[in-house]
C-alpha cells in the first residue's frame, strides 16, 4: 500500500466541471423518471412522499462527507475496492470487485442500455429486438468513445449531462407552469410496503459515490473532492424535489403510483403526444448519460482489481497515451453486452433490476462506513485534508442507514435479491483459486 497518494501513470485531467458533470449525469438517470410511480405507491401521502425526497438528499450527503474523507485520503483509482482492501484485506477487496462487475456496476449498464432501448424504440422502432439492438449498440459505442481516451468521454458527458438537466427542467416547468393541475382524487390503492420508500428514492439517489473513483484523475482532489460531491448533490436534490413537485401537481397521488411513465404522462397533459415523444427522446439521453458515466467509472474498478491480483494482472494495465484502462474497458463491455443478450429474451422489470442488485449494494456500503472507523484507528497518522464533521456520529448514522437499507433489500423482494446474493456468492468460489497463494492480510 502507498500512502495515499495518487497512483503512477494515472494524470490529473479532470476539472472541478467534469467531475460534477460526471457525478450529477450518473445521479440524474433514468430512475427520476421511473421511481417517482413507486415512491408515491409506497408513501401513500403526499408529505411523506416529498419528505422521503429531502431525506434522500440528506441522507446522500451524510454518504458524500465520508467519501470525501477517504477519496481526498486516498485518491487513487479504485474508489470503494480501495478503501475495502485497505481496510479489510485482498480478500474483500476482491469479493467487492467482482460484486461491482458482476452485478452492481455491469449491471447498471445494461439496465441503463435497456432503457434507452425502449425509449429510443418509442422514436424509431427497428423490428421486435429493437431494444436490444440499441442497447447493445449504446455499449458499444460508449466503450468505444472511452477506449479512445479520458478526454473523450468527459467531453462527451459534458455535452450529455447539459442534455440530461435540460430535459428534466422541462419536464418540472411543464408539471408546475403547464399541465393543467390534477383534480383533487383518491390516493394510491395499495402499493409497495412503506419501508421500501428510502430503498427506491436512494436508488434514485445512487451513483454519486462514483466520484470516488476519478479521484486519481481529479485536479486538486484533496482538496477539491468534497465541496464538488456537496455541491453534486445540492444540484442533484433540488431537481428531485422539484420533479417530485411537478409529478404531484399534474398527477396527484393516485395518478403518480398508476402510472409506469410519471414524466410522460406530465408531458403529455402539456403539449399533447408530441410531448410524450419530446420527454422519450430526454429519458433516452438520461440513460445514454449514466451509461456514459458508469462506463467510465466502472473500468477503474477492473484496473484496480488487476493490479493487486496476479492471476488478473492482465486487467490492471492502464494505457498512458490514452488515460484511459482499455483492458478493464473491453472486459466490462463485454460482460454487459452477455447481459443485453440474455435480457433480450427474457425481459424483466425496473423493479426487478432494482431487487438484483440493492442487497449487495447496501451490503458494501455499509462496509465502506465501517472501513472508514477502521482506516481511523489503523492509520492516524496519515493526513487527512478533509475530515467528516460531528466524527463519530455522521458516519455511525451511514452505517445504521445502509443497514436498515439492506434489511428492507432483503425483507420486503425475493427472486432478484436472491439472484444477487446468488451471483455474489459464485465471487466466494472464484476467491478460492485465486487467492489460494496470495497470503491475507
Known sequence: MNDGGGEAGLKATLGMREAIALTVGIVVGAGIFRTPSLVAAAAGDAAVMIGAWVAGGLISLVGALCYAELASTYPQAGGDYRYLTRAFGKRLGFLYGWARLSVIQTGSIAVLAFVFGDYASEILRLGPYSSAIYAAAIVVIITVVQWIGVRAGSALQNWLTLAEVAGLTAVIGAGLFIAPEAAPGPGPAGGPPIEMVLVFVLFTFGGWNEAAYISAEMKDARRRMAPMLIASLG???????????????????????????????????????????????????????????????????????????????????????????????????????????????????????????????????????????????????????????????????FIVTNAYLLYSSLAYVRTGALLGLAVLAVGLMLLIPIQKKEPAR
Not at 258 to 279: D, K, N, P, Y
Request: aromatic share 10%.
Open 235 to 397: 444540484i442533484v436534490t433540488v431537481l428531485y424535489v422539484l420533479a417530485n413537485l411537478a409529478y404531484l401537481r399534474a398527477l396527484g397521488m393516485g395518478g403518480m403510483a398508476g402510472s409506469e411513465a410519471v414524466a410522460a404522462e406530465v408531458m403529455r397533459r402539456a403539449f399533447g403526444e408530441g410531448g410524450a415523444v419530446l420527454i422519450s427522446l430526454f429519458v433516452a439521453i438520461a440513460a445514454l448519460t449514466s451509461a456514459n458515466a458508469t462506463v467510465f467509472t466502472g473500468a477503474r474498478t477492473a484496473y484496480a482489481l488487476g493490479r493487486d491480483h496476479p492471476a488478473l494482472a492482465w486487467l490492471g494495465r492502464w494505457d498512458e497515451g490514452a488515460a484511459t484502462p482499455r483492458r478493464g474497458l473491453v472486459v466490462q463491455g463485454a460482460a454487459a453486452l452477455a447481459l443485453v443478450a440474455a435480457g433480450a429474451a427474457s425481459r424483466q422489470g425496473f423493479q426487478t433490476a432494482v431487487d438484483y442488485t440493492a442487497p449487495v449494494f447496501w451490503l458494501f456500503f455499509m462496509l465502506v462506513g465501517v472501513a472508514l472507523f477502521v482506516l481511523r484507528a489503523r492509520e492516524p497518522d496519515i493526513a487527512r485534508p478533509f475530515k467528516v464533521p460531528l466524527y463519530p456520529v455522521l458516519p455511525a448514522l
